[in-house]
């Protein structure tokens, strides 16, 4: 409707994606902090797995959006062709 | 529970974010509301893909994931009932067989599909009741909601309350049904995404899937260990879904036999909700064509089938990590609430001072607190604060870790807490805030439509202009978010209020698929036979109800209180067997009320609401692997491949 959720989706999380991976890679060395997630640097590893799921979000709504306005423009071209 | 949780800047701001996205999502969508249509309907122009995931997140509420964590700990893998039997079937049968009559007839609802099919009387019922529901619903969660802030982060309740609702009204006012669905979409992906990490930690912790299978089976031959049961099970009773059903009620945790568990549940409860409740189906109907609305439940069936894995499998973790008691987990107790402090403090003074016996001692304390506690503990703690008093706050949480009883609907939360760092914490609680927040506003959307188009427009008002209804959506937007606050209030205040409410939920859910199996595949049903079998068929759930008993309750609120005809080894076997009940009468009394009833609509009327009288929707165009048949037939047979592997 007007709005690609995808967008919105996209971007949300990768800002917060950037977010988490920032925080885990400053937090690195605070071995105590992830001790409650088994030793994984939690933060880090899926800050990173949120900032790809967000980026992918966005190049499907930025590629669909070429997609619409190609559209328009090759009916045009034809147009002219003929 | 010992301690609040404790949020971090970082975990504020993904707070802040989740915030600002949604109410952003509102305002970027204000422009396209241009009539009633775009409001109420999103003007029938959504993706399937989008409508899918809304129309399984709405149904996705928080309640559920905290209580299918709970149900995880409580039953085991037998959980997944609710939706390999108790949802994709339906959701199926939703698809290919009922949708091209909402989609395709003139209706805007539910109760309007009603309305074309039948008459006014059964619209007014089902739309009075839906409404109600829906607001009740509404207030429920965000009650539930405000509590939990309230618990864990030592939030103020009202502020939470108001200030939660403030965000939900804001977006759906500016951005109606669409705002409503693309948060949907949003909560779903932060549900899964906030959650999978814990549950893959949680995973890891226990041993694996084998490990924590056979943590489960000694769990399941001495469940008093974690104050389960006091009864005893089959190795297999927590980690095998029919095998312990197909052993009779007594077999399995839940205390529910095969035919009420299949009938109950699988048939009459489950496409009971998914075929006729608003809410979902509110969500198809948004769909930008029929094969769009065909293929929307579809979609949403395939995340729905493997979503026991994210939201049970915690609650079977959990029972295993207790069990094993490793790094001192526990079930979370239940909490005691400060006024109960104020019992129990002099109960374990007057014990100690008292010098009662053991067993006096427990009886005293228990009653105080008003749950079970562990005598052991009980019996410390008494003589340690006899010989020398101890201070409030050491006397308060040796009080609470005395508590036995178990708080299921903590489990969840234990495990956020005890594997979450700062960040991740954040992330899984705005997790559990997005879907309390999306739950008031997918009932409050369903709310408005069927307010305005049909109690309002239908009754009040007809033949306004359309921005006349849509000021009218508006206003009652915001007096559905008003009204949910009270019932809120309403709630928190009353706690018997809660379970009146889904009992009453109960009680007109169950017949209500009579009437629409009814409506849509047998054109000689006539409008006295569906109202008064209707009618009928909920008085019938009622007097189930007032005549039958859970073992182990006592008669009020529970039911039995007209007498004890018939006793059920458990509530959720009486609920099923209700169900069931419920159903029959409505199916029997619609059909015979309809044979010596005249038919009231000709055939041509009822085109596009019966099947018989409605021209098969055209598949031809699609490449034949793309069809709804064929899609739902591979769904099911998936579906029977997941039950056969966990059998």
Not at chain 2, 32 to 50: E, L, N, Q
Not at chain 2, 363 to 383: D, I, Q, T, Y
Request: charged share 10%; hydrophobic share 55%; glycine share 8%.
């Amino acid at each position: 409707m007007g709005l690609d959720i995808r967008l919105p989706i996209g971007m949300m999380f990768t800002l917060i994606g950037l977010l988490l991976s920032i925080s885990g890679y400053m937090t690195k060395a605070d071995t105590a902090m992830y001790q409650c997630s088994l030793g994984i640097n939690i933060n880090l590893v899926w800050g990173v797995i949120l900032f790809a799921f967000g980026f992918v979000m966005l190049l499907l709504a930025l590629l669909a959006k070429s997609v619409k306005e190609d559209a328009p423009k090759s009916a045009e071209t034809a147009e002219v062709a003929r | 529970m010992p301690t609040n949780i404790h949020l971090s800047l970082v975990d504020y701001t993904i707070l802040a974010l989740y915030c600002a996205f949604v109410v952003g999502i509102g305002f970027a969508l204000k422009r396209y509301m241009k009539t009633s249509a775009d409001f109420f309907m999103s003007g029938r122009s959504i993706p399937a893909w989008v409508t899918g995931l809304a129309f399984l997140s709405a149904n996705l509420g928080a309640l559920e994931l905290v209580g299918m964590a709970a149900s995880g700990a409580k039953y085991g893998i037998a959980t997944a009932h609710f939706y390999w039997l108790g949802a994709i079937p339906a959701m199926v049968f939703l698809a290919v067989f009922m949708m091209p009559f909402y989609y395709g007839s003139k209706a805007r609802s539910v109760p309007e599909y009603l309305k074309l099919r039948f008459d006014e009387r059964i619209r007014c019922f089902n739309s009075l009741s839906f409404a109600v529901m829906t607001v009740f619903a509404s207030g429920i969660s965000m009650n539930a909601l405000a509590k939990l802030l309230n618990q864990l982060l030592g939030w103020n309740y009202d502020y939470s309350l108001w200030i939660c609702s403030a965000v939900v009204l804001a977006y759906v006012l500016k951005g109606g049904l669409t705002s409503a669905i693309y948060t949907e979409v949003l909560q779903f992906f932060m549900i899964v995404l906030g959650f999978a990490p814990v549950v893959y930690l949680g995973l890891k912790d226990v041993g694996g899937w084998k490990v924590l299978n056979s943590t489960l089976a000694h769990v399941a031959t001495d469940p008093d260990k974690l104050a389960l049961t006091s009864k005893v099970y089959a190795p297999d009773a927590w980690t095998s879904a029919w095998k312990p059903l197909l052993g009779g009620a007594s077999a399995n945790p839940m205390g529910v036999d095969l035919f009420a568990m299949i009938f109950g549940l699988g048939f009459v409860l489950s496409f009971g909700y998914w075929c006729t409740n608003f809410l979902v189906v509110q969500r198809a109907m948004a769909a930008k064509n029929m094969t769009a609305a065909r293929r929307t439940p579809l979609i949403a069936a395939v995340p729905k089938m493997l979503f026991p894995v994210l939201v049970i499998l915690p609650g079977m973790i959990a029972a295993g990590l207790a069990y094993t008691g490793k790094d001192n987990y526990r079930l979370p107790p239940r909490m005691i609430m400060s006024e109960a402090y104020a019992k129990a403090i002099p109960a374990v003074q007057q014990a100690g001072a008292q010098n009662l016996d053991a067993q006096a001692s427990l009886k005293l304390v228990g009653e105080a607190v008003g749950f079970k506690m562990n005598p052991e503990k009980v019996v410390a703690l008494v003589k340690e604060n006899a010989a020398k008093a101890m201070p409030e706050a050491a006397l308060k949480a040796r009080i609470q870790a005395a508590v036995s009883e178990n708080d299921y609907d903590g489990v969840i939360l234990s495990l956020v807490k005890k594997y979450c760092p700062p960040g991740m914490l954040g992330l899984a609680l705005t997790a559990l805030l997005a879907s309390f927040m999306s739950g008031m506003a997918g009932n409050v959307t369903a709310f408005n439509t069927v307010w305005t188009y049909d109690l309002y427009q239908a009754y009040l008002a007809p033949n306004k202009s359309d921005g006349h209804y849509m000021n009218m959506g508006r206003i009652i937007t915001v007096v559905g978010v008003l009204l949910s606050i009270a019932c809120a209030y309403f709630a928190s205040n009353y706690s018997n209020a809660m379970d009146i409410i889904q009992l009453v939920f109960g009680f007109v859910n169950a017949p209500l698929f009579a009437t629409f199996v009814l409506g849509m595949f047998w054109k000689r049903t006539t409008s006295h036979g569906a109202f008064f079998g209707l009618l009928g068929g909920t008085a019938g759930s009622m007097i189930f109800h007032a005549t039958t008993l859970a073992a182990g309750n006592v008669p009020g609120i529970k039911g039995g209180y007209l007498a004890v005809l018939a006793t059920f080894p458990s509530e959720m076997a009486q609920n099923f067997w209700l169900a069931s009940f419920a159903f029959g009468v409505c199916f029997l009394l619609t059909v015979v009320i309809t044979l010596v009833t005249k038919r009231t609509k000709v055939d041509e009327e009822l085109k596009g609401l019966v099947y018989s009288l409605t021209p098969k929707v055209a598949d031809e165009g699609q490449a034949w692997y793309a069809r709804p048949a064929f899609l739902g037939c591979v769904l099911l047979a998936v579906c029977v491949l997941m039950n056969i592997l966990f059998c």
